[in-house]
């Protein structure tokens, strides 16, 4: 397993400024993921974060208002940018990787975002 | 296309066993995964089958037909506790994503 840990928790911000969530993994992994859940909703995936290069994003979401930074292998950020109260919602880091037919993928708490 | 289904909400007795299903038709398939969801908390890791079959951990098995696009959650010994949300995704083998069901929200009572 590994443990996963996200900053900041939660947080209140006003509408038009930027948050960045960090998330830190106990160890090595693959791949690691940012995913977005709104109340009552199925997880949405946002992007895939690549170590050593440029994300890749899902349909609806660009790097403009979503970078992501993934400098090693266990660690990686995403930015909130230029914030609407649309973008209320709770982020999640994920983490993944295969271990001959296993496959496994653990999320991280989550960082609860209130935008005014 | 892609289509995960599952009951929308299920609700249970104390103590009884529940059967959560989920049907899939995906155009890649790499494994299927359940999670449990609590109100308010990150979804966490359950059971992985990639092969046919039925796999134990404790009072939570899953349970895994490939041929018929068809897998299954069994929860024994229902406690309070497991009032959560089940989520069931599957594993697109082309761009390693998940795919996910709506989730079930299971609601146990005394």
């Known amino acids: 397993s590994a443990v996963i840990s996200q900053k900041p928790s939660r947080d209140i911000c006003q509408r038009g400024t930027s948050l960045t969530i960090q998330c830190q993994v106990d160890?090595?992994?693959?791949?690691m993921f940012w995913y977005r859940q709104q109340p009552g909703q199925s997880l949405t995936l946002i992007a895939t974060?690549?170590?050593?290069?440029?994300?890749?994003?899902e349909s609806g979401f660009v790097i403009d208002k979503f970078p992501i930074s993934r400098p090693n292998l266990t660690f990686s950020t995403l930015t909130v940018s230029n914030m609407s109260p649309e973008d209320s919602s709770i982020y999640l880091c994920?983490?993944?990787?295969?271990?001959?037919?296993?496959?496994?993928?653990?999320f991280g708490p989550g960082t609860r975002l209130t935008v005014l | 296309g892609q289509n995960i289904d599952q009951p929308t909400e299920m609700t249970a007795t104390e103590g009884a066993i529940v059967q959560i299903n989920c049907t899939y038709q995906?155009?890649?398939?790499?494994?299927l995964f359940w999670y449990q969801q609590h109100a308010g908390e990150a979804p966490t890791f359950l059971s992985y089958?990639?092969l046919d079959g039925l796999e134990e951990k404790g009072r939570f098995s899953s349970f895994l037909s490939r041929s018929k696009g068809y897998s299954y959650l069994l929860l024994k010994e229902l406690q309070m506790k497991d009032s959560a949300s089940y989520l069931c995704?599957?594993?697109?083998?082309?761009?390693?994503?998940?795919?996910w069901g709506a989730g079930t929200k299971l609601i146990i009572k005394p």
């Open positions: 994920s983490v993944g990787w295969t271990s001959g037919i296993t496959d496994t993928q653990y």
């Open positions: 160890s090595q992994v693959t791949m």
């Open positions: 974060a690549n170590q050593g290069s440029e994300a890749t994003y």
């Open positions: 995906t155009s890649g398939f790499n494994g």
């Open positions: 089958n990639v």
């Open positions: 995704a599957v594993r697109d083998y082309s761009n390693y994503q998940l795919i």
